[in-house]
């Protein structure tokens, strides 16, 4: 009786010691270590922050962008302490104009690709009447028909994988809010969003997750060189919290929507409050 009360003793601490070195080894394990993931205008601004957050989390990233130096910049600086392989890779999203296939994102799989990020975009700072064909295109085919093929690109992949893939595209506030000088910028964003909640639907039920965050004013290079400083001061009385938000807040949301496996075709306003004030 007394070697049976020693045995289930001994049997109930050794159980206890593997339950709390599996507790130790899962918290210790970064949430997305293994992970990669493809992130459009990863070179700078939101997508870099993305990026930046995504790698510290374990992932592995490649940043795509119109300029190689640019991105292999960006990506020499990635944390690469958990044994994270990171890539740069230069891709116009606005010049393929169609699906992209392994030598367009420089010799990736795109099988491979667990996490896209879609924050490649370019700004708009003329009316349309005054705009050319060219300046117009340029916009819709960064802005939304990039993220389109991008979508297009990694869906059918992420379909027939059984693990959980996600997706989130940027958006802008001035999709829903209107903006003197930003026509076409606006309607590209807004065309993400449609695009987005679409997608949720078609492939959700293939564990693929579909989202966005809709930025307002957010302290980018892209601010500084399409916004005047009266516009910024016009825009910023207009914000309740009183300040532009930065990159970090942002990729905070991202990594919300990244993690979170019950959301699910969301579009994530963050703005300060502006677009809930009158």
């Known amino acids: 009786m007394f070697s049976c009360k020693i ?23 970064p949430a997305l270590s293994g992970k990669t993931c493809l992130i459009t205008g990863g070179s700078r601004g939101i997508g870099l922050a993305i990026a930046s957050r995504l790698a510290t989390d374990g992932a592995s990233c490649i940043l795509l962008s119109r300029t190689l130096s640019v991105a292999q910049d960006a990506a020499s600086e990635l944390d690469t302490s958990m044994g994270q392989m990171h890539e740069a890779v230069q891709l116009d999203v606005a010049s393929t104009r169609r699906v992209w296939t392994a030598d367009d994102l420089g010799g990736v799989d795109p ?9 490649a975009g370019v700004a708009q700072t003329k009316l349309l009447c005054l705009m050319t064909p060219e300046e117009i295109e340029d916009i819709v085919f ?10 297009r690109t990694f869906a059918r992949s992420m379909m027939r994988s059984r693990t959980e893939k996600s997706i989130l595209n940027i958006s802008s ?22 695009l987005t909640k679409a997608l949720a639907t078609e492939l959700g039920g293939k564990r693929v997750r579909v989202n966005a965050i809709r930025p307002g004013l957010i302290n980018t290079g892209m601010l500084s060189e399409s916004v005047s400083s009266k516009a910024e001061q ?21 990594m919300f929507l990244i993690k979170n496996t019950y959301c699910n075709g969301a579009i994530l306003t963050l703005d300060g409050g502006f677009s809930v004030s009158l």
């Open 7 to 29: 045995l289930r003793r001994t049997a109930l601490s050794s159980c206890l010691r593997i339950s709390v070195s599996r507790l130790i080894t899962t918290a210790s394990t």
């Open 111 to 119: 099988a491979s690709i667990d996490i896209v990020v879609n924050a």
């Open 142 to 151: 960064t802005n939304l028909m990039g993220t389109i093929y991008s979508c």
């Open 173 to 194: 506030v001035l999709s829903s809010r209107a903006g003197r000088g930003s026509s076409i910028y606006a309607a590209c964003k807004g065309g993400i969003e449609g």
């Open 234 to 254: 016009a825009f910023l009385e207009r914000i309740p919290a009183g300040r532009t938000g930065s990159v970090e807040e942002v990729s905070d949301a991202a």
